[in-house]
C-alpha cells in the first residue's frame, strides 16, 4: 500500500477504517502465498445466489451476474435479465453491483454492470478531535461483456473492465484502470449418470490487469484463475432439482481458495442454498414468481474478528421472451413475409390480367363484336373476383390498415366496372341476336322445309352462343357446326335456299373461327389460371378450368397435355383431402383414423414424406403401452427436463426424439413429445 495514502488517512473517523480494514485483507491474504496484492474485487465477488453457493458460480453462470463470475455463460442464458444486489458493511459503507444480460438469437449474448465499494461523509479531525474536513472514497469497476456459442455445448466470453478508485479528500487521488477477462464453459453431453448434466467452466480475471496510479505508487490487479464444475441431480417429480458446484481460485500472488456449495430447487419457485467460502460458512434462501426472483445471503466479507457477518440481497427480473420463443415467432414473421410477398404477387398479376381483359374488351366491343367483348369483360370479372379474394387476405383481420383498406375498394371498383360492361356486352350481343332472328323469320318462305331449317339453325345457333358465353368453347363449336352442315347438305339436296340462309351461313362461321381463335388463344391462359388456383389449393376450380378445354379444337398433343394435368390435379385433391383428414384426426388423437386416411393419401403419393411422418407417427400411437426404461433412457428423459426448465424446449424436443428411437412405442415418452410440441405450435420434425 502507498504509505502517503495511509498518513493522510490517520486522522479520520472509524467510518473509514473498513476501506483500511479491507485493504489490509488482501495484502495479509497475498502474503500469505508469494507476496504482493490480491484484487478487492475478485476477493468479494457479487450475487447474493452465488456468495449463498460458496463463490462457486464459475461453472453456473446463468444470470446477469456471469459478466464478474465467467462471460461465457451468457450465451446459455435464454432471456433479457436485469438483476442488482445490495451488501452492507460495517461504517456504514455499502456494496452494490448491477448488471444486465441481452441475448440475440445469432449473434451471441452481450453484457453489462457496475460494482461499487463506497463509503461517505468520511470526517477529518486534527489532533484535537475537531473536525476538519469530510470526503469520499469509492472503488469501482465497470463491465462490458460478450459470449458466444461456438457449438451447442460450448462457449466462449470475454470481459473488458474499467476499474476506476477515487479517494477525495485533501485534494483528492483518483485513477482509472482498463483490463480483460476470458472466459469459456463447456456442457457436455454423457448418458452415463455420473457425468450426465456436468459443466465446467474456467475465468480468467484480470488477463489484462487494470492499473491505477495513486500519488507516486501504482497498483494493478493480479492475474486470477477461477475453475469450476458443477453437477445437477433431478429428484423425483420433474421440477425438483439438486445442484452441486465445486470452484478453486488461484491468484498469481496468493494461495489457493477453494469454494463449494450446493442448491435446492422446488418447482422454479423456492431455493435453498448453502455453501463454504474459502473456509467461511455461507447460507442463503431465494424466491421466484413470475419472471422475479428475490435472493437472500447471510455471511461474512472476509474472515478475522474486524469484519462481522452482514447480509446480502439481489433481485433478477427477466424481460421478454425466450430465444426459443423468439426464434418460433422469427419464423413466424418469416412465413407472414412470404405469404404476404406471394399474395402481393397474386395481386399485381390479377391487376394485369383485369386490365388487359379490360381493354381488349372495349375494343371488341366498340368494333361491335359483342360476343368477343362478352368472354373479355367476363375474364376481367373473374380477374377483379381474384382481386377481391387477394385484397380481403391482405387485409385480414387488421382493418385500420390504409394500404389494404385501398386495395380492397380497388377490387370492389374493379369487379363493379366489369360487371357493368359484362352486362352491357351481353345485353347487345341478345339485342342483336333477337335482330337477327327478325329478319330470318321475316324472310322465311311459308314452307314446311324452310320452317324446319329456320327452326334448326335457330335453335343450334342458340345452343352455341351459351355455350360460348360459358366458356365451352368446343361444345360452341359443336353446336354450330351442326348448323352448318344442315345448311350443306339441304343444299346439296338441290334444294333452293332462301337469302338469308347464306348470310346465316357466313355468320355461323365467323362464330366458329372466333370461338377456335378464344379456345387456341386462351389454352395457355386457361393452364395459367388452373396451376394459378393449385398453388392456392383451389383444385376443384382447377379442374372446372382446364375441363373447359378439355373437348374438341385441340391437337392430340395439346390434349394429351391437358389430359396429364387433370389427372395430377385430380391425384392432388384426392391427397389433399385424404391427408387433411389425417391431420383432423390425428390432432383429435384418433389414431387409427389418422392412419387410414393418411394411408389413402399415399396411394395418391407413395413417396410423400409429410403423409408418410404422420402415418408412422399415429401408427406409434395407437399401439404405444407404458414401458420400463432402461438407465439410458432415464439419463436422456432426465436431461430433457432440464432443457425444458430452462426454456430450451427445442433441445428438450430433441433429446426426446433421441429417446424414441430407442423406444418408439413407449407412450410415456410419445406423450411428452406430444405435449412439448403443442408449446411450441409445432408438429414438424
Given at each position: 500500500?502507498?504509505?502517503?495514502?495511509?498518513?493522510?488517512?490517520?486522522?479520520?473517523?472509524?467510518k473509514?477504517?473498513?476501506?483500511?480494514?479491507i485493504?489490509?485483507?488482501?495484502?495479509v491474504?497475498?502474503?500469505?502465498?508469494?507476496?504482493?496484492?490480491?484484487?478487492?474485487?475478485?476477493?468479494a465477488?457479487?450475487g447474493?445466489?452465488?456468495?449463498?453457493?460458496?463463490?462457486?458460480?464459475?461453472?453456473?453462470?446463468?444470470?446477469?451476474?456471469?459478466?464478474?463470475?465467467?462471460?461465457?455463460?451468457?450465451?446459455?442464458?435464454?432471456?433479457?435479465?436485469?438483476s442488482s444486489?445490495?451488501?452492507?458493511?460495517?461504517?456504514?459503507?455499502?456494496?452494490?453491483?448491477?448488471?444486465a444480460?441481452?441475448?440475440?438469437?445469432?449473434f451471441?449474448?452481450?453484457?453489462?454492470?457496475?460494482?461499487?465499494?463506497?463509503t461517505?461523509?468520511?470526517?477529518?479531525?486534527?489532533?484535537?478531535?475537531?473536525?476538519?474536513?469530510?470526503?469520499?472514497?469509492g472503488?469501482?469497476?465497470f463491465?462490458?461483456?460478450?459470449?458466444?456459442?461456438?457449438?451447442?455445448?460450448?462457449?466462449?466470453?470475454?470481459?473488458?473492465?474499467?476499474?476506476?478508485?477515487?479517494f477525495?479528500?485533501?485534494?483528492?487521488?483518483?485513477?482509472?484502470?482498463?483490463?480483460?477477462?476470458?472466459?469459456?464453459?463447456?456442457r457436455?453431453?454423457?448418458?452415463?449418470?455420473?457425468l450426465?448434466?456436468?459443466?465446467?467452466?474456467?475465468?480468467?480475471?484480470?488477463?489484462?490487469?487494470?492499473?491505477?496510479?495513486?500519488?507516486?505508487?501504482?497498483?494493478?490487479?493480479p492475474?486470477n484463475?477461477k475453475?469450476g464444475?458443477?453437477?445437477?441431480?433431478?429428484?423425483?417429480?420433474?421440477?425438483?432439482?439438486?445442484?452441486?458446484?465445486?470452484?478453486?481460485?488461484?491468484?498469481?500472488?496468493?494461495?489457493?481458495?477453494?469454494?463449494?456449495?450446493?442448491?435446492y430447487?422446488?418447482?422454479?419457485?423456492?431455493?435453498?442454498?448453502?455453501?463454504?467460502?474459502?473456509g467461511?460458512?455461507?447460507?442463503?434462501?431465494?424466491?421466484?414468481?413470475?419472471?422475479i426472483?428475490?435472493d437472500?445471503?447471510?455471511?461474512?466479507?472476509?474472515?478475522?474478528?474486524?469484519?462481522?457477518?452482514?447480509?446480502?440481497?439481489?433481485?433478477?427480473?427477466?424481460?421478454g421472451?425466450?430465444?426459443?420463443?423468439?426464434?418460433?415467432?422469427?419464423?413466424e414473421?418469416?412465413?407472414?413475409?412470404?405469404?404476404?410477398?406471394?399474395?402481393?404477387?397474386?395481386?399485381?398479376?390479377?391487376?394485369s390480367?383485369?386490365?388487359?381483359?379490360?381493354?381488349?374488351?372495349?375494343?371488341?366491343?366498340?368494333?361491335?363484336?359483342y360476343?368477343?367483348?362478352?368472354?373479355?369483360?367476363?375474364?376481367?370479372?373473374?380477374a377483379?373476383?381474384?382481386l377481391?379474394?387477394?385484397?380481403?387476405?391482405?387485409?385480414?383481420?387488421?382493418g385500420?390498415?390504409?394500404?389494404?383498406?385501398?386495395r380492397?375498394?380497388?377490387?370492389?371498383?374493379?369487379?363493379?366496372?366489369?360487371?357493368?360492361?359484362?352486362?352491357?356486352?351481353?345485353?347487345?350481343?341478345?339485342?342483336?341476336?333477337?335482330?337477327?332472328?327478325?329478319t330470318?323469320?321475316l324472310?322465311?318462305?311459308?314452307?314446311?322445309?324452310?320452317?324446319?331449317?329456320q327452326?334448326?339453325?335457330?335453335?343450334?345457333?342458340?345452343k352455341g352462343?351459351?355455350?360460348?358465353?360459358?366458356?365451352f368453347?368446343?361444345?360452341?363449336?359443336?353446336?354450330?357446326?351442326?348448323?352448318v352442315?344442315?345448311?350443306?347438305?339441304?343444299?346439296?339436296?338441290?334444294?333452293?335456299?332462301?337469302?338469308w340462309?347464306?348470310?346465316?351461313?357466313a355468320?355461323?362461321?365467323?362464330?366458329?373461327?372466333?370461338?377456335?381463335?378464344?379456345?387456341?388463344?386462351?389454352?395457355?391462359?386457361?393452364?395459367?389460371?388452373?396451376?394459378?388456383?393449385?398453388?392456392?389449393g383451389q383444385?376443384?376450380?382447377?379442374?372446372?378450368?382446364?375441363?373447359q378445354?378439355?373437348?374438341?379444337?385441340?391437337?392430340?398433343?395439346?390434349?394429351?397435355?391437358?389430359?396429364?394435368?387433370?389427372?395430377?390435379?385430380?391425384?392432388?385433391l384426392?391427397?389433399?383431402?385424404?391427408?387433411?383428414e389425417?391431420l383432423?384426426?390425428?390432432?383429435?388423437?384418433?389414431?387409427?383414423?389418422?392412419?387410414?386416411?393418411?394411408?389413402?393419401?399415399?396411394?395418391?403419393?407413395?413417396?410423400?414424406?409429410?403423409?408418410?411422418?404422420?402415418?408412422?407417427?399415429?401408427?406409434?400411437?395407437?399401439?404405444?403401452?407404458?414401458?420400463?426404461?432402461?438407465?439410458?433412457?432415464?439419463?436422456?428423459l432426465?436431461?430433457?427436463v432440464i432443457?425444458?426448465?430452462?426454456?430450451?424446449?427445442?433441445?428438450?424436443?430433441?433429446?426426446l426424439e433421441?429417446?424414441?428411437?430407442?423406444?418408439?412405442?413407449?407412450?410415456?415418452?410419445?406423450?411428452r413429445?406430444?405435449?412439448?410440441?403443442?408449446?411450441?405450435?409445432?408438429?414438424?420434425?
Amino acid at each position: 500500500m502507498n504509505e502517503n495514502l495511509f498518513r493522510k488517512t490517520k486522522q479520520l473517523t472509524p467510518k473509514f477504517l473498513i476501506f483500511i480494514l479491507i485493504l489490509a485483507h488482501c495484502q495479509v491474504r497475498a502474503q500469505e502465498g508469494s507476496g504482493g496484492t490480491t484484487s478487492l474485487f475478485s476477493d468479494a465477488g457479487v450475487g447474493a445466489r452465488a456468495l449463498s453457493m460458496g463463490g462457486a458460480f464459475a461453472a453456473l453462470s446463468d444470470d446477469p451476474t456471469a459478466v464478474f463470475w465467467n462471460p461465457a455463460g451468457l450465451d446459455f442464458i435464454e432471456r433479457k435479465s436485469a438483476s442488482s444486489f445490495y451488501s452492507g458493511l460495517d461504517f456504514g459503507t455499502s456494496y452494490n453491483f448491477v448488471g444486465a444480460v441481452f441475448p440475440t438469437l445469432s449473434f451471441g449474448s452481450f453484457g453489462i454492470g457496475w460494482t461499487r465499494f463506497s463509503t461517505n461523509d468520511i470526517r477529518e479531525t486534527d489532533p484535537e478531535a475537531f473536525q476538519t474536513g469530510t470526503g469520499d472514497f469509492g472503488a469501482n469497476q465497470f463491465y462490458f461483456s460478450y459470449g458466444k456459442q461456438l457449438r451447442r455445448t460450448f462457449s466462449l466470453g470475454i470481459t473488458a473492465k474499467l476499474e476506476r478508485t477515487n479517494f477525495d479528500l485533501d485534494g483528492g487521488l483518483s485513477d482509472t484502470g482498463v483490463g480483460f477477462d476470458l472466459g469459456v464453459l463447456y456442457r457436455p453431453e454423457f448418458d452415463a449418470a455420473l457425468l450426465r448434466d456436468v459443466s465446467v467452466g474456467v475465468n480468467a480475471q484480470n488477463l489484462i490487469s487494470p492499473r491505477a496510479r495513486l500519488e507516486s505508487v501504482t497498483e494493478s490487479s493480479p492475474l486470477n484463475l477461477k475453475a469450476g464444475i458443477a453437477k445437477l441431480f433431478v429428484l423425483g417429480e420433474e421440477r425438483n432439482l439438486f445442484r452441486l458446484l465445486l470452484d478453486v481460485n488461484k491468484s498469481e500472488n496468493a494461495s489457493l481458495t477453494v469454494h463449494a456449495g450446493g442448491e435446492y430447487s422446488f418447482r422454479d419457485q423456492a431455493n435453498v442454498r448453502f455453501g463454504v467460502n474459502d473456509g467461511q460458512v455461507a447460507f442463503g434462501a431465494g424466491a421466484a414468481y413470475n419472471n422475479i426472483r428475490l435472493d437472500y445471503n447471510f455471511g461474512k466479507f472476509a474472515d478475522g474478528s474486524d469484519f462481522s457477518a452482514n447480509h446480502r440481497f439481489s433481485v433478477t427480473i427477466d424481460i421478454g421472451k425466450s430465444k426459443q420463443e423468439r426464434i418460433r415467432l422469427a419464423q413466424e414473421r418469416r412465413e407472414r413475409e412470404f405469404r404476404l410477398q406471394l399474395e402481393n404477387e397474386l395481386w399485381f398479376n390479377g391487376e394485369s390480367e383485369f386490365n388487359n381483359s379490360m381493354e381488349e374488351g372495349r375494343e371488341k366491343y366498340y368494333n361491335r363484336d359483342y360476343l368477343g367483348a362478352y368472354v373479355a369483360f367476363s375474364n376481367a370479372f373473374e380477374a377483379g373476383s381474384s382481386l377481391q379474394e387477394i385484397a380481403m387476405r391482405l387485409r385480414g383481420q387488421d382493418g385500420d390498415n390504409p394500404e389494404a383498406n385501398m386495395r380492397v375498394e380497388t377490387a370492389n371498383s374493379s369487379l363493379q366496372e366489369a360487371r357493368t360492361m359484362l352486362e352491357l356486352a351481353n345485353a347487345r350481343s341478345d339485342s342483336v341476336r333477337r335482330e337477327e332472328q327478325k329478319t330470318i323469320v321475316l324472310q322465311a318462305r311459308e314452307s314446311a322445309l324452310e320452317q324446319e331449317l329456320q327452326d334448326f339453325l335457330i335453335e343450334h345457333k342458340e345452343k352455341g352462343i351459351e355455350f360460348f358465353k360459358a366458356k365451352f368453347y368446343s361444345r360452341a363449336i359443336r353446336e354450330w357446326q351442326l348448323a352448318v352442315d344442315r345448311i350443306n347438305r339441304t343444299a346439296s339436296e338441290g334444294t333452293a335456299l332462301p337469302d338469308w340462309v347464306g348470310e346465316t351461313k357466313a355468320q355461323l362461321e365467323n362464330n366458329i373461327a372466333t370461338a377456335e381463335r378464344q379456345l387456341k388463344g386462351n389454352l395457355q391462359e386457361t393452364i395459367r389460371r388452373a396451376e394459378s388456383l393449385a398453388r392456392r389449393g383451389q383444385y376443384v376450380q382447377a379442374l372446372d378450368e382446364l375441363n373447359q378445354v378439355r373437348g374438341s379444337g385441340l391437337t392430340t398433343a395439346e390434349r394429351q397435355s391437358i389430359e396429364r394435368r387433370i389427372q395430377r390435379l385430380q391425384a392432388q385433391l384426392s391427397y389433399n383431402q385424404s391427408y387433411e383428414e389425417g391431420l383432423r384426426h390425428y390432432r383429435s388423437k384418433r389414431w387409427p383414423e389418422a392412419v387410414t386416411a393418411f394411408e389413402q393419401a399415399l396411394r395418391s403419393r407413395p413417396d410423400d414424406a409429410d403423409a408418410i411422418m404422420y402415418r408412422d407417427r399415429a401408427q406409434a400411437r395407437a399401439i404405444a403401452t407404458v414401458q420400463p426404461m432402461p438407465a439410458n433412457v432415464r439419463a436422456k428423459l432426465a436431461r430433457s427436463v432440464i432443457f425444458l426448465r430452462t426454456g430450451e424446449y427445442q433441445k428438450a424436443l430433441d433429446v426426446l426424439e433421441e429417446i424414441r428411437q430407442l423406444q418408439p412405442y413407449n407412450k410415456i415418452i410419445l406423450d411428452r413429445i406430444d405435449g412439448l410440441r403443442e408449446r411450441l405450435g409445432n408438429d414438424s420434425e
